[in-house]
């Protein structure tokens, strides 16, 4: 066996990238590290009792693009292995998306994988990345701004994911395939350093190793060390009392006097509960930190991936924008109201309000209610008479009651005109309250639906 095979099987080995019966999907673009991954799997699934299978993906960026897809397929014909190809519009997403192109082959390429995953039930998918990419990485991640996480580089697996190529440098790949008779098809757009990774491999690495010569491998350890600080400071970070409740996270204002690595993970993983992490980077985390150290209530900065975080009284909000269905109005009536982008509203018709008070439920006089009142939302101009008296705009009757402002809009209220006669779970208007002289009321529940 050659020292290139026994060093990726005692990475493989070390990392339980495999099991029996796996079945791998491999991604094969037609270069040299990816066919000298297809081409070692290939040669050692039978012997460990795996099966394999080549998953390319034509990104439709250059003239050469289905010559490669070819290539790969004709290599996969000839040496009896599983192929299957998709193919994408790279430059048609990141105009859509407002995003480098780079970035949308990366996003596209991956659904394609998780697709293929589904589809073909594989159990593993294998990618090419070695030292160089692993390099490469560290350093863009640095460029970016990004804390320990991001320096620490790719991981050997992720998920599903594996890396057995992850500790094999450039060069002896290179040689695996020239030993082997491997051919590939290099990707001329490789050479194109207006793009980032490419700026970075064909530039600055060649420029740093003029002076030190094992740079790939000193930046690989620096990474190493990196994710082991990280690991550490990452146990430290404790979710206690961190909420999420649908699409919205909430962060006491007392997290925020933690010490900045710990504090910045917290973040970082509040984030991760809304799928929100990516693209989280320190600018980001500290847009948050100085909203909750010197912001007033109600204050509000947007931030990547569609959320925006809020302060609220004692805590930090953390919302993903979501688009909601056009409120319409309900007429009042007794029996259940299926109210949209809220729940249930139940009325109830008795002549027991002073049980159905002593419960704690919200009941109103029969004979008071307007025959016009309808159920909808807060609207401008609405005024609001609480009960005993005093009368104030409904907004100003949130903030006393130290409700949200997002929430402000998802509150149901019985309306005559501007005239809000209840507000769904907090309080009802002094126009329509029980009295000594009340016979008939109304009963009001509400169920609001997460």
Known sequence: MEKFEEEVIRYMTQNKMLGANDKIGVGVSGGADSMALLHFLNGIAA????????????????????????????YCETHNIPFVMQSVNVLQHSQE??????????????????????RHGLSKFALAHHLNDQAETILLHL??????????????????????????????????????????IEDESNDDNGYNRNFIRNVVLPTLKEEWRGIEESIVDF????????????SLADMTGISRQGNIVRIPLNRFTFAAPVLMRILLKSFGLLDAKKNMEKKHL?????????????????????VYATKEYEYITILKKEEFAEVISYPFKVGK???????????????????????????????KMPKKA??????????FTKFGGGTKALGAFFTDKKVPARLRSTVPVLANGNDILVVGGIEIADSVKCDRETRDSFVIEFIRED
């Not at 995003?99 to 596209?108: G, K, P, T, Y």
């Not at 990474?223 to 990452?234: F, M, N, S, T, V």
Request: net charge positive.
């Open 286 to 306: 500290d847009m948050v930190i100085n909203l909750a150290k010197k912001g007033i209530n109600g204050d509000k900065i947007d931030l990547p991936n569609k």
């Open 97 to 118: 998306n407002k995003m480098s192109v780079e970035e949308s082959a990366r996003i596209l390429r991956y659904e394609v994988f998780e697709k293929m995953i589904k």
């Open 143 to 184: 460029f970016r701004g990004c804390g320990l996480s991001g320096v620490s580089g790719m991981r050997a697996v992720r998920g599903i994911y594996i890396r057995p190529l992850l500790e094999i440098k450039k060069s002896d790949l290179i040689a695996y395939n020239y030993q082997n008779g491997i051919s590939n």
């Open 223 to 234: 990474g190493k060390i990196a994710r082991a600080d990280d690991e550490y400071l990452d």
């Open 47 to 74: 012997d460990i009792g795996v099966s394999i299978l080549a998953v390319h993906v034509n990104h439709n960026l250059r003239k050469a693009s289905k010559k490669e897809a070819a290539f790969v397929k004709r």
């Open 374 to 383: 309808r159920w909808r939302f807060m609207q401008r101009g609405d005024q």
């Open 337 to 367: 109201i299926a109210v949209a982008s809220f729940g249930t509203i139940t009325v109830t018709k008795t002549e027991a309000h002073k049980m159905a008070i002593e419960r704690g439920l919200q009941v109103i006089d029969a004979d």
